[in-house]
Structure formats: C-alpha cells, structure tokens
C-alpha cells in the first residue's frame, strides 16, 4: 500500500510517502509560509531535493502541489495519484472522546473540531489538510492518527489537576499529553528489541526533541506522561519553560505590565534552554560546544534539562512500583550524550550503570546499560511517520 503521511502545521505541511509493505519512503518533504508566500522541498528516494517557491494561501494549494510533485514526470515516484491507496494525518487534539486512531468521517471531524480550543495553532490545521485531501484526492480513505490518545489510558489520579471540579467538568481541563505516537510506537518497539513481555512491563520513554516529554508506559499502556492540558507542561524544552509554580505569572505580569497571554508566549517561546543559556541557542549541538568551551550558562542548561528529566524518572520509577526499561528518543535523546550520561548519573541507585563506549553511538537502536545494569537502557530512534502509516495500513485493512 502507497500511504501518504500528511503532518499539518498552522503555516507548514510535512509529508512522506511510504510504502507500507517494505517501510520504506518513496518521497518526502514539506511545504513552507503557507498563508505567506509559498515553498515546496520535495525529495524523492535516492534523488536530490528540489526546491519549488509558489503561492500557497491554503493547505489545499500546498496539497495540491505535493500530488503534483509525486506524479511529476522526472522526479515523480508515482504514475498517477490512483496509486496513493491512504492518506495518514497527524492530529494534535482529539480530547477525551477519542482513545485510538480512526478513518475520518464526520463524527471524527466533528471531534477534531471541537478540539480546536484545546489545540488552537494545530487542530484548524490538521483539518485543513484533511479537507484538502478529501477534495484533491476524492474516495480515498482518510486517517487521522492523534497525538493525545496514547495517553487516554492514563488513570484519573494521573490525569486530574486538583483544581475545583467544575473547571473539569465544564471545560474538560485535565493532563492529555502530547508526542503519543512517539511514545507508542517507541514503546512497542522497545519491548520488542529487549524482549520484554508486553503484558508484565514497566517502560520510560524519555522524548527529548525540541519540545520533549517523557511517559510511564505499564504493561504496554501509558500511566503518565509529563505534558499536559497543552504542550507547555514537564520537562524543560527548547523554548518552553516546562513546569514552573503559576504564580510566577502574576508576579512577573505584574512586575513587567504584561498579560496573561503575552506572558504564555513567553513561556513557550522565549524560556527553556534558550533562556538558561542566556539566548545562546535552543539547539543542543550548540550548548554542547558552548559548554565545552566553558560557557557557565550552557552548562546550566544542559544540567537543568538533565536534572529535570532525572526527576521525572524517579517520579515514574515510584508511579509503577519500579522500572524495567529506560528509553531515550528524539533528536536529544537520541544524538547528545552528555544528556543521557548526566541523566544516568542520578539514577544510580537503580542499578543501573552505562556502557560509556556504547554512549558514543547514535543514529540506531541500541542499548545503552551494561549486561549487568539491573535495569536496561536503550536509545532508539523515534518514527512518527511510520507510526502513522502502520495504523492508517491497519485501519483501511480492517474496514474491507
Ligand atoms: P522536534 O521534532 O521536536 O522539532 P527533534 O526530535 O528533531 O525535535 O530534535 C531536535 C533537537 O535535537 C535539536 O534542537 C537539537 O537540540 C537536538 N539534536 C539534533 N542533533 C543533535 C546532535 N547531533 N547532538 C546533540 N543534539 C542534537
């Protein structure tokens, strides 16, 4: 089966085409400043990545010319959009209704629209690109795969905030989590790779990417997971402050005049690593070399970032009664080492130690504990794509 992998942003469209019988990608790419001006970079497998500029004021037109790009005559891997047999979207919110991946139809959409308030920049543009399928490519099924419904196996005392319940009640405010075909799909493959029994497991999936979350997986289903009613909650983040007591708020929209939502902004985009490292950089390539060079801000950073995730597993390690397996994923998690090797460093009292030579490697699954660690660590690189063609593959077969 031909699946079309479409991740929409408020102003972006990521996209694979994947083969679901070998896995492999026959073509990717994205389109950028969709609503702006319009940029398409499409790469075929194996060829070089052509760079397109065109007016792009929907998705529909961003769609549009992905198909155009996929059937083209030269770099094209299609000879005509009949053989894309699914389309597979990422969708960010789908609240509490839905717990699994689904073939779009009204109800479903009818979901994703309410969600729009709980997933404002994202769900109005997962939509978009689903109507634009549905027009550009009628007849075809349609798969939404959501980023919250891993975790809608989380139990209330995990997912509740102890605030008054009728904020619960009438706006449905509660911990969803976010990355969950990440943690899904690391997970599984995790108990896999170890040879862990699915049904008698204790997992830590630690996602450290630009935004980064990290979920309690029991017996193959999420527990907890560190973000919550919005992406903003747990871990510290590239731009995004994670955790903090709320009354910082006020006292700083006090202090500097702000507003409630100038100050969210804040906290999303302008805190972090960026903010400990004293705006040097969000990207962990450069705080490493920085700190190398003994920058004392991007040594915070990278040792708050650290800390923070250490916390989170022993916070996890006692939410299960103990630990089984330890995984990193995410462009951190799987690429910077001092992370992993400074996070390791407090969890000792698990029994657990790290192959340093091991902590070298990158871009593959491996294991990071020695033999005798009493608890295994392993990196693994995460595939959210893949992750949404298999249930899309799943899905359509199921409906025949
Ligand atoms: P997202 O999908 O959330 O945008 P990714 O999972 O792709 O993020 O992770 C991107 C981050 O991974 C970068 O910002 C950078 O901090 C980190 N990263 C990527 N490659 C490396 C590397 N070689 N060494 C250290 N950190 C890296």
Redesign the pocket.
């Given at each position: 089966m031909n699946v079309l992998v479409v991740n929409c942003g408020s102003s972006s469209l990521k996209f694979q085409l994947i083969n679901s019988d070998t896995e492999e990608v026959s073509a990717k790419g994205l389109c950028e400043r969709i609503g702006i001006d319009g940029r398409l970079v499409y790469q075929p497998a194996g060829g070089e990545k052509e760079i397109t500029e065109a007016p792009m004021p929907t998705h529909t037109e961003a769609i549009s010319l992905v198909l155009k790009a996929l059937v083209n005559e030269k770099t094209g891997v299609l000879k005509s959009l009949d053989e894309v047999d699914a389309i597979g979207h990422r969708v960010l919110h789908g609240g509490s209704k839905i717990t699994e991946s689904r073939i779009i139809d009204d109800e479903v959409i009818a979901v994703i629209d309410e969600c729009c308030d709980l997933g404002p920049l994202h769900n109005p543009a997962n939509l978009m690109g689903i109507r634009a399928c549905m027009e550009l490519m009628p007849g075809k099924p349609n798969v939404a795969v959501f980023d919250t419904s891993f975790h809608q196996s989380m139990p209330p005392k995990a997912y509740r905030y102890a605030i008054p319940t009728e904020y619960y009640e009438k706006y449905a405010v509660r911990k969803y989590g976010f990355h969950g075909t990440s943690h899904k799909f690391v997970s599984g493959e995790a108990i896999r790779f170890l040879g862990l029994d699915k049904d008698n497991s204790k997992v830590i999936v630690a996602?450290?990417?630009?935004?980064?979350s990290i979920s309690a997986v029991l017996n193959g289903k999420c527990a907890d997971t560190s973000m919550g009613l919005t992406p903003l909650e747990g871990l510290i983040m590239?731009t995004r402050s994670g955790d903090l007591d709320p009354a910082v708020l006020e006292y700083i929209c006090n202090k500097e005049g702000l507003n409630v939502s100038q100050m969210l902004t804040i906290l999303n985009k302008k805190s972090g690593v960026m903010a400990l490292s004293n705006n040097l950089s969000?990207?962990?390539?450069d705080?490493?070399e920085a700190m190398d060079n003994g920058n004392e801000a991007a040594r915070l950073a990278i040792e708050a970032f650290s800390y923070r995730v250490a916390k989170y597993i022993g916070s996890y390690v006692a939410a299960m009664n103990g630990v089984d397996a330890i995984v990193f994923t995410?462009?951190?998690g799987?690429?910077?080492g001092v992370v992993r090797k400074t996070v390791l460093s407090y969890l000792g009292y698990l029994g657990i130690t790290m192959d340093e030579a091991a902590n070298k490697k990158?871009g593959e699954n491996f294991i990071l504990s020695t033999p005798d660690s009493k608890v295994k660590v392993a990196v693994m690189p995460?595939n959210e794509e893949l992750a949404i063609c298999r249930d899309t593959v799943e899905l359509v077969n199921a409906a025949k």
């Open positions: 996602h450290l990417g630009n935004g980064a590239g969000s990207d962990f390539r705080l490493e995410g462009g951190i799987e690429n910077a990158r995460t």
